[in-house]
């Protein structure tokens, strides 16, 4: 009767530009007898409109069109469902699995709708991503300055980080393998290899942690990663290798250790912690000054900040502020973290800064979930509709994919990437960041191949390792995995390691340092290839739309397809997920006279083996009108 993805009955499809015209049809049987139809649409906030849908001929002997346009005047989300009376009484048309009209139900369809000068920059569609944790991928053995007191310093590369509590029973994450910025420019040869064009940094200012998430001073380099003339130096090597670099900014709470609020006393300057007359006090929130006050998820190290103070918005966003400040020194664009913690008003300053600083620059955020959708503390985030996000992380994705590779209903895989693609901004898809593992999550090839942690403490995940029949079934399945990643919608990001066979449960252990010299040399043959496949195919993969054809057992196959004036250009993936041959319908996915580009020719019998994958190009003469 309807269906929300399908250009039959809603057209546009997907997301769309404030004040773009979208022409809607229903097809209701006949028997119905409907003698009056209706579009029933609210944008968020604003009153509910009712439009009449015309009865616009029959669709076949048994069916009938009623059809209806509908302007939508301001951005926002805007929810929609349709009512129709018929000789049974009036009846609602709900949202269905897979975009699909039902009677009954309450679940309405989405529309979201952007702002028309709503831009994106260019420069990292069709690219791939490389996440680096700075400390664990490569030391240069370059001289340091001088390096802050607390740090505890690993002489084996090859050690496990430290995981055990110490004596006061805490974690302090004060453990260091010294990896540094030169290292990493020394190694661009290697990421221009995997066909990498933008480099994510976790953060690299001083803090005392070696994962850095507790900023000691924005306008500083860590020493044990160098100083800003290294940083300008990598900049400006990976610029010429083709590679832009992107930040992390950790911007919702800085450290306890730090010049800011300097509750270890380790800095010559008062902060927030040492006196109420200190310029940052007002950025923090105190309970009762100086031991009670608001921190991040209750790390007392973490004390939370006021985004929207002032003084704290001027120094992070102001003319001579922080975002300011890195963009000019070389960085190409912003990772924010915990986006849904910023508030609207500190993003909007945040990316008018960065604009104003460098008009292609990257403003990516952390999101968990559907970012057209969010909402945060109980407020609807508008990340995607113009002015703020230019896109973010892409965990739907990841889920997906582990999801259907471990045994999940493919039919779940394909609902989670039509209904992103449906609800965000084509300029944010195609930059999303597809990543199947980070510092936040257990390593891709553990969570493939391994027993799950579940709720196992540090103890067991410190003493596991992957079997070898473990390590080769997960071998098979990170290849599958990687491959779909390559081809979906956005731009794949690899997390260092992942091309070398890096296993790894959850923080630290997914943090170890890059095994130089010991990688898994397929595997990173492998990587190559798909970074060769991206940028033969960026025209298809930068910006094609993406249509599931099948899902279903243990079979996965999707399309990503392009008009130009006179062709059809596609590419066809097809996988199995089972460590059995699968039979395929090759006639059903019309995948007659294609270029095998990647994988296992399905010939006349149309099989693919145990763990085994297709990917097929295709080229097609469009029909004069």
């Not at 951005?75 to 975009?99: C, D, I, N, W």
């Not at 001083?206 to 306008?219: G, V």
């Amino acid at each position: 009767m309807f269906n929300s993805r399908s250009r039959k009955y809603r057209d546009p499809v997907g997301a769309v530009a404030e004040g773009t015209p979208i022409h809607f049809r229903i097809t209701l049987p006949r028997e119905l007898s409907c003698s009056a139809a209706h579009l029933v649409i609210q944008r968020e906030g604003s009153d509910t409109q009712v439009l009449d849908l015309f009865w616009c001929g029959m669709n076949g002997n048994n069916q009938e069109w009623w059809e209806c346009h509908f302007t939508p005047g301001a951005p926002g989300l805007y929810f929609y469902h349709f009512e129709v009376r018929t000789h049974r009484g009036s009846q609602r048309l709900s949202k269905g699995f897979a975009g699909d009209g039902i009677f009954g139900g309450n679940n309405q369809w989405q529309l979201t709708v952007y702002d028309k000068a709503f831009q994106t920059p260019d420069w990292l569609e069709g690219g791939i991503m490389y996440q680096i944790f700075p400390d664990r991928f490569y030391k240069s053995g370059a001289a340091k300055g001088e390096i802050p007191t607390g740090r505890t310093f690993h002489e084996n590369w090859q050690d496990q980080p430290d995981w055990a509590p110490n004596a006061q029973g805490k974690i302090t994450n004060t453990d260091f393998f010294g990896g540094d910025l030169q290292g990493i420019r020394e190694k661009l040869p290697y990421l221009k290899e995997l066909g990498v064009t933008c480099l994510y940094m976790n953060p690299i200012f001083e803090s005392h942690s070696n994962h850095r998430y507790d900023t000691a001073d924005y306008s500083k380099i860590d020493p044990l990663l160098g100083d800003e003339e290294d940083f300008r130096a990598l900049c400006q090597a990976a610029k010429e290798l083709g590679i832009r670099v992107v930040i992390d900014g950790v911007f919702s709470h800085t450290g306890s250790d730090s010049v800011y609020f300097n509750r270890e006393g380790r800095y010559p300057t008062p902060g927030a912690y040492n006196s109420q007359q200190s310029p940052y006090y007002p950025w923090y929130s105190f309970r009762q000054w100086p031991d009670s006050y608001d921190c991040w998820w209750n790390f007392d190290t973490l004390p939370n900040v006021q985004e929207t103070n002032p003084s704290y918005d001027a120094y992070i966003n102001g003319n001579e502020g922080i975002v300011r400040k890195w963009l000019a020194a070389g960085a190409s664009g912003w990772r924010l973290d915990v986006a849904d913690e910023l508030p609207d008003p500190f993003l909007d300053n945040l990316t008018a800064a960065a604009k104003a600083q460098r008009p292609d620059a990257l403003v990516l955020g952390e999101v968990w979930e559907d970012a057209s959708n969010k909402t945060a503390y109980g407020v609807r985030r508008r990340y995607l509709l113009g002015q703020q996000l230019d896109t973010v992380m892409n965990y739907p994705f990841r889920d997906a994919i582990l999801g259907f590779l471990l045994g999940g209903d493919p039919r779940n895989f394909a609902e989670t990437v039509e209904s992103i693609c449906e609800n965000y901004p084509p300029q944010c898809l195609r930059l999303l960041m597809n990543h199947i593992g980070t510092h936040d999550t257990e390593r891709a090839l553990t969570i493939l191949g391994g027993e799950p942690a579940g709720n196992r403490g540090r103890e067991w995940q410190a003493a596991q390792h992957l079997s070898p029949e473990q390590r080769e079934i997960g071998l098979k399945r990170l290849r599958l995995a990687s491959l779909i990643q390559y081809l979906l919608p956005g731009v794949p990001c690899i997390y260092y390691g992942d091309e070398a066979g890096m296993e790894g449960y959850r923080d630290p252990f997914n943090r170890a340092c890059y095994p130089w010299g010991h990688e898994g040399l397929n595997l990173l043959t492998w990587y190559k290839g798909l970074g060769q496949l991206r940028a033969q195919e960026k025209g298809i993969l930068g910006q094609g739309s993406y249509r599931t054809l099948f899902a279903s057992g243990n079979l996965l196959a999707f399309e990503r397809f392009v008009f130009t004036e006179t062709t059809r250009e596609s590419l066809t993936v097809v996988v199995n997920r089972s460590s059995r041959p699968q039979s395929v319908l090759k006639a059903a996915l019309d995948m007659e006279d294609g270029q095998l580009l990647l994988g296992e020719s399905l010939g006349a019998v149309n099989v693919l083996s145990p763990f085994g994958f297709s990917v097929t190009k295709f080229q097609k003469t469009l029909k004069k009108a």
